[in-house]
């Protein structure tokens, strides 16, 4: 046994946990009331109010020497520490989750208001009730949990929280220079991804990479009669239609030349361990909710797996053109769209951006003026899910859920990651969360289902003391 206890102790602070349960709630619906839109000027208010709650929060949850970090320009980001482990050994984890959250989307197709949680079928409903808020309390939860029953914990524990993670963690380079010694840590554990289905816990060793791009094409400086000029005048908008379609093959998959070409191959294990799930695109298209008829996009000839987690893709996340409520027979001026393109391992975001870039220009009809803004750009993640640590998580995971957890990959991205790591030495990240297939994260109907987060909550609390039993190095 090392430190001061041993895993005799952890019985009696899962009580704990489930006593206060319903406080824990409480709480998560409070901070889910705060409508805190990163991407959205108008809610920046909501995002400092949003993390003043959390730093309450987190204070209330016996977290020493919580404060906000600030930066210029930057949504806050809130810290807290607990670092008086009795074992000299035990390790420093840092928590991590986000208090900033998407736009609700049509508001109008929400069963019930977004930001008034509210529980329907052992489900909580609200925007980031879910991504990520529910991270939060699960963090908050387990140190209060093990406080309140031994006034002690395994081992040291930062908690950080960011504030920009829905916005693509924009000022992330400087964030990390800037705190570095603040958020030093020797594990990192993530509250941001979830389970491979409900009940069924996974650890996340996988995200893909992003890069956003706006390209605008513009042939006049105002909107000119379609039927004088229909024939001369090239449209923008089906100018635009036909660059976009340039970019992608028959399966729909990214066909721009050399964006591709640094794609990592997976290994023959990685490639096992996702035949070894058995899913098919099939049965994945269904569980999105895909109307009858519809068939799978991507290259049949890839597992569905390998598609979403490990090869690229282009999602048009936003097109403005003239809406159809006023449209008239007019060609309009110009027309623009949001390119998101999700990048696979081994893809350096840089590059693919150019490899883009020169395509747009390669493709653009008739010379329409062509504007092209690059946004973010971020890589993939990846990690070798073995090892002590992810032993650790595995036991925990186990215990929390009475399940033992897969290994998974999670096609979306969490920017922080990869440089969060890199940043400690290769520390070992863990990848867990709230999330569930019906979760409809950055969806509408956002939902948590409440009884995996105790799970998920109860997990947290193993592997603080998993962790601290574990030599990492
Ligand atoms: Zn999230």
Same mark, same amino acid.
């Given at each position: ?14 009580? =704990? ?45 016996? %977290?020493?020497?919580?404060?906000? %970090? ?11 520490e607990w670092m008086h482990a009795d074992n000299?050994?035990?390790? +420093? ?83 990390? =220079? =800037? ?156 027309? =623009? ?32 003026? +062509? ?26 995971? +186990? ?50 289902? %409440? ?14 003391a998993e962790l601290a039993l574990t030599p990492?190095?």
């Amino acid at each position: 046994m090392t430190g001061a206890f041993d895993r005799s102790a952890i019985a009696a602070v899962i009580e =704990t946990a489930r006593a206060a349960l319903p406080d824990t709630q409480r709480d998560l619906e409070a901070l889910a009331r705060i409508p805190s839109i990163g991407a959205d000027p108008a809610h920046a208010r909501d995002v400092v109010r949003s993390a003043e709650l959390t730093i309450a929060i987190l204070q209330e949850h016996g %977290l020493e020497n919580v404060r906000m %970090l600030d930066l210029d320009g930057a949504h806050p980001s809130v810290l807290g520490e607990w670092m008086h482990a009795d074992n000299p050994d035990a390790p +420093t984890v840092l928590l991590y989750a986000h208090h900033d959250v998407q736009p609700p989307g049509v508001v109008a197709n929400w069963t019930s208001d977004p930001f008034e949680p509210v529980e329907r079928n052992g489900r909580l409903y609200a925007r980031g009730v879910c991504d990520d808020k529910a991270g939060v309390l699960a963090h908050a939860a387990a140190v209060k949990a093990w406080l309140d029953t031994h006034g002690t914990l395994p081992c040291n524990v930062k908690v950080f929280i960011e504030g920009e993670e829905e916005s693509g963690s924009p000022n992330l380079e400087r964030f990390l =220079t =800037t705190y570095s010694e603040d958020l030093r840590a020797d594990v990192f554990v993530l509250a941001d991804a979830g389970q491979w289905k409900v009940g069924e816990p996974a650890i996340t060793y996988m995200l893909r990479g992003l890069a956003t791009i706006d390209v605008t094409l513009r042939a006049l400086d105002g909107p000119v009669h379609s039927g004088i000029f229909g024939g001369a005048v090239p449209d923008p908008t089906v100018s635009l239609a036909k660059l976009i379609a340039s970019m992608v093959d028959e399966h729909l998959d990214v066909a721009i030349t050399g964006f591709g070409d640094d794609v990592r191959s997976l290994t023959n294990t990685e490639r096992q361990r996702i035949l070894d799930l058995g899913s098919s695109a099939e049965s994945y298209l269904r569980a999105a909710g895909a109307r009858p008829g519809v068939l799978p996009a991507g290259d049949p000839a890839i597992n569905v797996f390998e598609r979403v987690w490990a090869r690229p893709n282009l999602t048009v996340i936003g097109f403005d053109s003239h809406p159809l409520a006023g449209s008239s027979n007019q060609i309009v001026a110009a027309a =623009t769209a949001r390119l998101s393109f999700r990048l696979a391992a081994g893809q350096d975001p840089q590059r693919a951006c150019d490899a883009i870039t020169t395509h747009i220009y390669a493709h653009v009809p008739c010379g329409l003026e +062509t504007t092209v803004v690059v946004h973010e750009a971020v890589p993939a993640w990846t990690t070798n899910p073995v090892g002590p640590a992810f032993e650790a998580c595995e036991r925990a995971l +186990t215990a929390g859920f009475a399940k033992a957890p897969v290994a998974a990959g999670m096609g979306g991205s969490v920017p922080f990651v990869g440089p969060f790591v890199n940043a400690f030495g290769g520390i070992p990240a863990l990848l867990i969360g709230p999330e569930d297939p019906h979760s409809h994260a950055h969806g509408e109907d956002e939902s948590l289902h %409440l009884d995996d987060w105790r799970k998920l909550i109860e997990s947290e609390i193993h592997l603080l003391a998993e962790l601290a039993l574990t030599p990492l190095r």
